[in-house]
């Protein structure tokens, strides 16, 4: 798991914004297995919890986004792999201390000023990302917001095709990698293969919930020669175990720990205090 990086970015373009006075994301830390299941949290816990890994920006159609201190050229969904679990398709496992928020609710955007940007969302998904596959390589790239305001919509709109630029590509072998920045294509050259794929689409809704299987087993299996095991996941009530879990083996069948307690209200009068 990587430690926080310093956020280096004009003062003209953004706010410096404090820590929420409101309850930490830690005082889940004693929760038993059952009040993991049931504990909820609320946007105002997002602004808490991201607040050390980036910085909260007020933004005239989404009220407030959560831009990462990441470098330039960094992608959403690059830090991490995928494992393939039970019931809910391929899930990101992050590498990333903010991954249980930003990979798994809300969507993402670039701004043109500040880069990559992420909008709180009240739904868990897996992964919010659309796909592209060819015979040799798999992409992904992030969901953009579906709506203005925070994201409260569990529909998918089938028609979305981010930039070529917005995508994450592996060489199709490579796939089930457990560090997927080692195996990426490299930002320059994604175009290229952006052109040598073909767009599979994005997740989908399953009985209310957001299943991530477009991309096909049997094709992962084919592509790596590894057999691809369907892992259980297990409910968790400190998202911390979720950070853990970037560096289990992707083969391992042991249960994936996922923080997926449900965002109680989309709380349209929150703000993270300036």
């Given at each position: 798991?990587?430690?926080?990086?310093?956020?280096?970015?004009?003062?003209?373009?953004?706010?410096?914004?404090?820590?929420?006075?409101?309850?930490?994301?830690?005082?889940?830390?004693?929760?038993?297995?059952?009040?993991?299941?049931?504990?909820?949290?609320?946007?105002?816990?997002?602004?808490?919890?991201?607040?050390?890994?980036?910085?909260?920006?007020?933004?005239?159609?989404?009220?407030y986004?959560?831009?990462?201190?990441?470098p330039a050229?960094?992608?959403?969904?690059?830090?991490?792999?995928?494992?393939?679990?039970?019931?809910?398709?391929?899930?990101?496992?992050?590498?990333?201390?903010?991954?249980?928020?930003?990979?798994?609710?809300?969507?993402w955007?670039?701004?043109?000023?500040?880069?990559?940007?992420?909008?709180?969302?009240?739904?868990?998904?897996?992964?919010?990302?659309?796909?592209?596959?060819a015979?040799?390589?798999?992409?992904?790239?992030?969901?953009?917001?579906?709506r203005?305001?925070?994201?409260?919509?569990?529909?998918?709109?089938?028609?979305?095709?981010?930039?070529?630029?917005?995508w994450?590509?592996?060489?199709?072998?490579?796939?089930?990698?457990?560090?997927?920045?080692?195996?990426?294509?490299?930002?320059?050259?994604?175009?290229?293969?952006?052109n040598?794929?073909?767009?599979?689409?994005?997740?989908?809704?399953?009985?209310?919930?957001?299943?991530?299987?477009?991309?096909?087993?049997?094709?992962?299996?084919?592509?790596?020669?590894?057999?691809?095991?369907?892992?259980?996941?297990?409910?968790?009530?400190?998202?911390?175990a979720?950070?853990?879990?970037?560096?289990a083996a992707?083969?391992?069948?042991?249960?994936?720990?996922?923080?997926?307690?449900?965002?109680a209200?989309?709380?349209?009068?929150?703000?993270?205090?300036?």
């Amino acid at each position: 798991m990587r430690n926080a990086r310093p956020l280096v970015v004009s003062t003209t373009l953004i706010a410096l914004l404090g820590a929420s006075h409101l309850t930490p994301i830690g005082a889940f830390l004693a929760a038993t297995p059952a009040a993991a299941q049931q504990a909820q949290i609320t946007v105002s816990t997002f602004y808490d919890s991201l607040s050390p890994y980036g910085r909260w920006v007020r933004h005239p159609s989404f009220r407030y986004v959560w831009c990462p201190a990441e470098p330039a050229g960094w992608t959403p969904y690059s830090s991490g792999h995928w494992v393939y679990t039970e019931p809910y398709g391929w899930y990101f496992v992050s590498d990333d201390p903010y991954g249980w928020a930003v990979y798994h609710y809300g969507r993402w955007f670039v701004h043109a000023g500040l880069g990559w940007c992420w909008v709180p969302g009240t739904v868990w998904a897996p992964a919010w990302v659309t796909w592209r596959r060819a015979p040799d390589f798999v992409g992904w790239a992030p969901l953009p917001p579906a709506r203005p305001g925070i994201q409260i919509d569990i529909d998918v709109n089938i028609n979305i095709e981010p930039p070529q630029d917005h995508w994450v590509f592996v060489p199709a072998p490579q796939f089930l990698a457990p560090d997927l920045l080692t195996v990426a294509v490299p930002p320059p050259e994604r175009p290229v293969i952006f052109n040598q794929t073909n767009i599979v689409g994005p997740v989908i809704v399953q009985n209310n919930t957001i299943i991530n299987n477009v991309i096909e087993v049997n094709y992962i299996e084919q592509a790596t020669g590894q057999t691809v095991e369907a892992r259980p996941i297990e409910p968790v009530s400190d998202p911390a175990a979720v950070a853990q879990a970037g560096a289990a083996a992707p083969a391992e069948t042991t249960p994936i720990p996922v923080f997926q307690a449900p965002v109680a209200d989309a709380a349209p009068e929150a703000a993270p205090p300036e």
